[in-house]
Nanobody
Framework: QLQLMESGGGLVQPGGSLRLSCGASGRTDYYAIAWFRQAPGKEREPISCISGTDGNSYYADDVKGRFTIGREADVHTVFLQMNNLQPEDTAVYSC??????????????????WGQGTQVTVSS
């Protein structure tokens, strides 16, 4: 069973940047990995994913061009670089994984393993 742990959340001013990390107990390139977020009073939404094979990445429209997902060289960690953060990005961010070694991934809720989440607050 893959275990995941997020880190890197915190308080940042509008326009600032944060880099979240999702540390895994095993190699992440055997899995599709996704980042989700849940804002207060809203449902959890997928915002980005990276495929197991080839590292192809996908983004939700409201983060496209601002967020970048990637896999660290050790393949045990997936990061989410978040730039130009805005107050509406405030949420608990979680990473999730599902066994799928293909070259695509999906922005849906079909992920089997989940981290605990890390808080991101964007405020002046």
């Amino acid at each position: 069973q893959l275990q995941l742990m997020e880190s890197g959340g915190g308080l940042v001013q509008p326009g600032g940047s944060l880099r979240l990390s999702c540390g895994a107990s095993g190699r992440t390139d055997y899995y599709a990995i996704a980042w989700f977020r849940q804002a207060p009073g809203k449902e959890r939404e997928p915002i980005s994913c990276i495929s197991g094979t080839d590292g192809n990445s996908y983004y939700a429209d409201d983060v496209k061009g601002r967020f970048t997902i990637g896999r660290e060289a050790d393949v045990h960690t997936v990061f989410l670089q978040m730039n130009n953060l805005q107050p509406e990005d405030t949420a608990v961010y979680s990473c999730a994984a599902t066994i799928f070694a293909g070259n695509v991934c999906f922005l849906d809720n079909n992920y089997s393993y989940w981290g605990q989440g890390t808080q991101v607050t964007v405020s002046s």
